[in-house]
């Protein structure tokens, strides 16, 4: 491989299998019956398989780092108790690419974790964190060129029906390699 050789890379929550297939099982009931004209077309609903918790999105890094930052989460020792799924969100709430389900963190573990991976990985990578606050969402599905409709600035949709009332412990932080195609992305576990 090139010294220059980049990856993209990030680094998310597993969530557990039977609590992706309620989330698609909802997005493809959402999509189907969706009061917005046209979203049908524009929603590409991803596979349970893919769905994830990100917590962190590293973008493009040098493939060098990798085992530096696989090293560095393993010493990330916060952690999670139970989130719960709430209501569904166009993100960004603005010109929305993805429909995603927020997810609840009673006990701010999420938010403790969140800035615990990115102290230990930004001494190893130079990654510098997005200024934004860290919104804990699963993305269900990706929009394909404009969504026909209007979301509400809060991101919020009320034509979307209710998201299922799932409760959930994660299962791992995983360091994912994510390669990106007209299909759409698939992941690599690098480092859990």
Do not use: N
């Amino acid at each position: 491989m090139s010294e220059g050789a980049k990856a993209r890379l990030f680094v998310a929550l597993d969530v557990p299998a039977p609590v992706r297939e309620r989330l698609a099982t909802w997005a493809r009931g959402a999509a189907a019956g969706s009061e917005l004209e046209g979203a049908r077309r524009s929603l590409r609903l991803l596979d349970p398989g893919v769905m994830h918790l990100t917590l962190c999105f590293l973008g493009s890094r040098p493939v060098a780092e990798i085992a530096a930052i696989g090293s560095a989460l393993s010493a990330c020792s916060e952690q999670v108790g139970e989130l719960s799924v709430g209501a569904p969100l166009w993100l960004p709430s603005r010109r929305p690419r993805a429909l995603a389900v927020a997810i609840h963190d009673d006990e701010e573990d999420l938010a403790r974790l969140h800035a615990a991976v990115i102290d230990a990985i930004s001494p190893v990578s130079g990654f510098e964190p997005e200024p934004r606050r860290f919104r804990a969402h699963i993305t269900v599905a990706r929009i394909r060129g404009r969504l026909p409709g209007a979301p509400s600035p809060a991101g919020e949709s009320p034509s979307l029906p209710a998201t299922p009332q799932l409760r959930f412990t994660p299962e791992s932080v995983t360091l994912y390699r994510s390669w990106l195609s007209p299909a759409g992305a698939s992941y690599e576990a690098l480092a859990t």
